[in-house]
DNA sequence: CTGAAATATGAATAGTGATTCATGTCTCAT
DNA sequence: ATGAGACATGAATCACTATTCATATTTCAG
């Protein structure tokens, strides 16, 4: 079959019931399959990337896939879910321990910067998510900008920041992020982290007034 | 053939060889499919999308299809192209006439939500270009990342705004526009665009400082 | 050791949809 | 009016690849 099934558009869930290995050997081939697949998919998109093309770069033979993965949709599902973990915890460990709301969002955005840099293939598939598996999309985006937004309402109670709307402000500082990132990864520049923080964060804490 | 050759990742630029149509009924049709890829490719994706479905939409067989299009790769290449000019027309009205930079920056993020807002399809097909045509994509944000930093420079030079690093504060801006154009055309956001817009240019303007 | 479960293989199946083409029908300059 | 393009049609082609399956091979608990 060439075209599945679609994923249910709404906010259906599907089970995590790809079988999981069971031996020491299985756990090595799954990771190896979805170490491949971030490669493959992340450098040619999901649809240039064929199963085959999956398979070959992880040394396996093409039926060896299906014994992981139900479909070429649920690796790519589960690669957006472990790109939302590890991003979700380097954020999490880079601004535990720091009080002030703007001194955060300085250390959050240096690590997102330095994730992003690390792992252009997870986050071309985060992206191509929108395209591919809009539901993990939304969970990805959505799990962040209620964080951020909390974040922020948290910061104007505590007078750190100026009040404004929280959730529109998630947005913007998100895209901020992103948009970041993206040249980092899609337009490979070479601009050392440091100095784009430090650009941006004084943009974000004083604005642009003269 | 099911997947044509794919296009040349580099710079190179297809001529403009679609064959224009030399008749009153060739123009309409053509116009008529273009519309049709507009919305076909923008509700269900670029690869969801099958020539049927677009042709089918426009009201004309498949065949009509080439006529005026050399391949999908192409449509979907003008429809990037498409999005380029009118939303650069728009913002260059927007702002013309707007001497302050902050102001111009204002008025210039009102007129892209708005856009953005009355043109969905477009918007999603400029995203998914990175995935299927990188050239248009780069083309499109290095028009808009280029223009932003001169402007930037502008009014650093002018002592509209304090000086900083414009290349940065460029993409930074950009994001931000995108990210909540994302929110309205994605997320179904219904916030109205003068108060996106109020919080969002304080913002920019003052900073987060309290 | 041993056999049942787990893992691996790669050829075969089969859905799909982009593109082509042989065959009409319309348009408009002369 | 009229014929040479221009335009339109839609069935047929055919490359592509996700998924399945019958058949090994490997692992490991007992």
Known sequence: MAKPARKTGGTANASEDTSQPKTARGEATRKAILTAAERVIGARGFNDASIGHITSEAGVAQGTFYIYFKSKDEV???LVLEMGRLVRR??????RDIPNRLDAEKAGLTAFLEFVRAHPDLYRIVQEALFVDQDAYNAYYQAFSEG?????????????IRPGDA???AWA???ISRSLGERLVIWGDTTPIDEIVATVHDMIANGLKP
Chains 1, 2 share one sequence.
């Open 76 to 78: 790519f599902h589960e």
């Open 90 to 95: 380097e954020l999490s460990q880079a601004t």
């Open 148 to 160: 951020y937004r909390k974040g922020l309402e948290a910061a104007v109670e505590a007078g750190h």
């Open 167 to 169: 959730d529109t402000r």
């Open 173 to 175: 500082l998100m895209g």
